[in-house]
């Protein structure tokens, strides 16, 4: 499985940005996917998360009201769509594939494939 992210980039607090994550390889239906974010000398943390199948989600409190994680199944990309940016959502976003979830997993030691990172910077 690899996982390709893009679309990361510098911003404005306030501005919005569009990740997405293309999955390839070898698929699991049964999948959750999710968006996890490190900023300097901090550990990575949960964003956002979603079971293929159902499309069920899960957020953190702190993005709640404000990201929105969606999936094309035709394209096999995962999304994260981020409004009302602030400058503390500056952070490496990683997507992550859990293959065989039991839920959409806030630890990413549950996770078994990674993505590559792309950088969000948001300026105050």
């Known amino acids: 499985v690899q996982l390709q992210a893009s679309g990361g980039g510098s911003v404005q607090a306030g501005g919005s940005m569009r990740l997405s994550c293309a999955a390839s390889?070898?698929?699991?239906?049964?999948?959750?996917m999710s968006w996890f974010r490190q900023a300097p000398e901090k550990a990575r943390e949960f964003v956002a998360g979603?079971?293929?199948?159902?499309?069920?989600?899960r957020y953190a409190e702190f993005v709640k009201g404000r990201f929105t994680i969606s999936r094309d199944n035709a394209k096999n990309t995962m999304y994260l769509q981020m409004n009302s940016l602030k400058p503390e959502d500056t952070a490496v976003y990683y997507c992550?594939?859990?293959?065989?979830?039991?839920?959409?997993?806030?630890?990413?030691?549950?996770?078994?494939?990674w993505g590559q990172g792309t950088q969000v910077t948001v300026s105050s």
């Open positions: 992550a594939l859990d293959a065989s979830p039991t839920s959409i997993a806030t630890l990413d030691h549950l996770y078994d494939y």
């Open positions: 979603i079971r293929w199948s159902s499309g069920s989600t």
């Open positions: 390889g070898r698929t699991f239906s049964r999948r959750a």
